[in-house]
């Protein structure tokens, strides 16, 4: 019919009033169309708000969608020249820079290849590289990291955090619980294209999950009650007493897998301290007939070693290990003695062989070992070399497996359960 419009407005956000400092990370959260990439596009400056203002102070790096700025008609090469111009860095900067994005993308001889031939996760080890050198004051990733493998993203979360401790303001969307209350300082939690809450992660998280899996018919009521509670410490639920209940057995799964080494997992994010007087060789685990593997089995007792040759000699030497997650948490560690039981002397031209043997009690999924020395040096306690993310392995999953989080902690789980014929376990 003539003077009939064949759309209709849609607001994307509405109401949306925030200030993010430098130096902040903060994490977006929020169902899907809730206006998390469109928010981060507003701030880029890729789409202009057509109500309010938007105040940006520094260079912004973006990830957003998928090879958004790459021509895909340009090799590799090609578009990181012209990616790095847009983000505002000159040609002889890029010039300067490209060994170092090249290596970090490592996608090799395929840099001269068209990108339109790329893999998903090619384009993003491309476009995250390029992002993250041209150093930014504030980095944006919309959900972008979820493409690559779990060596690549460690790496990226380490780039991350040292882009942060830089003192740049970090702002990602991301669906992963576990990585914004790991990661952040704030959370913001958006729907229908409104903040209804912005607080501590953990809290914000809670009130998202509990939209986000709330019955049809309930979803408006949770959301009520999340906008009349902002601010509010959250409810702890009582604890149930499940005291004078049996045991109950967790039978071991039959046909267990066996450990073993997996060609090809190896960390791409390690960093060594600088030597002083010594060096640290060869991080590896093994099981304990000494077979080496990267592929552990839960439950299963394992060694993680390393050799530390030392350069000269060292005073008060301890020895330690950590294991941490791919975002970077740290789980696990342990010292090889406290500092009143360190070794008091290693003479130089020595090599010590450091050994762990543990009790693999991690939930499956992938991890990296830290291995690092420690000695007196001027009367302080310091790192003689250490190495972040040394070795890369993963735990492989398991059927009968009861506990959550990071760690099993050998819970026995306990039921008792009345009724009016009595009682049962």
């Known amino acids: 019919m003539p003077g009939q419009g064949w759309f209709r407005e849609f607001n994307a956000l509405k109401h949306v009033d925030l200030k993010i400092s430098r130096g902040e990370t903060v994490g977006i959260v929020g169902r899907n169309g809730s206006g998390k990439s469109t928010l981060l596009q507003i701030i880029c400056g890729t789409l202009s708000p057509s109500r309010g203002d938007v105040s940006v102070r520094g260079r912004v790096a973006a990830l957003l969608e998928l090879g958004a700025g790459f021509n895909p008609e340009f090799t590799g090469r090609e578009n990181v020249f012209l990616n790095g111009t847009v983000l505002g860095l000159t040609r002889a900067e890029v010039e300067s820079k490209f060994d170092e994005i090249l290596a970090f993308a490592d996608i090799g001889e395929f840099i001269d290849q068209p990108v339109k031939t790329y893999s998903s996760g090619m384009y993003v080890r491309l476009a995250f590289s390029v992002a993250i050198h041209v150093m930014p004051d504030i980095l944006i990733v919309d959900e972008a990291l979820s493409v690559g493998d779990e060596a690549f993203q460690r790496k990226c979360f380490a780039r991350i955090d ?124 093994q099981m304990l007939d000494g077979r080496r593997v990267n592929m552990l089995v839960p439950g299963e007792q394992y060694v993680y070693g390393y050799s530390v040759d030392f350069e000269s000699a060292a005073v008060a030497a301890r020895f330690g290990m950590m294991i941490r997650t791919v975002t970077g948490v740290e789980v696990a560690g342990a010292a090889s003695s406290t500092p009143q039981d360190a070794v008091a002397t290693v003479d130089g031209g020595s ?22 020395v420690l000695g007196m040096v001027e009367q302080e306690e310091s790192y ?24 099993d902690l050998d819970v026995v789980p306990q039921i008792r359960v009345e009724s009016d014929e009595g009682v049962s376990s």
């Not at 970090?170 to 294209?193: M, N, P």
């Not at 007493?241 to 450990?259: I, L």
């Not at 735990?395 to 497996?401: F, N, T």
């Open 384 to 407: 003689l070399a250490r190495i972040i993310d040394a070795f890369m392995f993963k735990v492989m999953p398991d059927a009968g497996r009861l506990a959550t989080g990071f760690v």
């Open 162 to 285: 040292a882009i942060r401790d830089a003192g740049a303001t970090v702002l990602f969307v991301s669906h992963s619980a576990s990585t914004v209350v790991e990661l952040c300082d704030r959370a913001i939690l958006l729907d229908k294209g409104e903040v209804i809450s912005v607080g501590p992660p953990k809290r914000v998280i809670t009130q998202y999950q509990k939209l986000l899996y709330a019955p049809a018919e309930r979803a408006a009521e949770v959301r009520q009650a999340i906008v009349a509670s902002e601010g509010a410490a959250p409810t702890i639920p009582e604890s149930q007493d499940g005291s004078g209940a049996g045991h109950v057995a967790v039978p071991v799964p039959e046909n267990r897998p066996d450990s073993y080494w997996e060609e090809g997992l190896r960390s791409e994010s390690a960093v060594a301290y600088a030597a002083r007087g010594a060096t640290i060789r060869d991080p590896h685990m």
């Open 351 to 372: 090599c010590v062989h450091v050994r762990f043997r543990f009790r693999c009690l991690l939930a499956p999924g992938t991890y990296f070992a830290n291995a690092g």
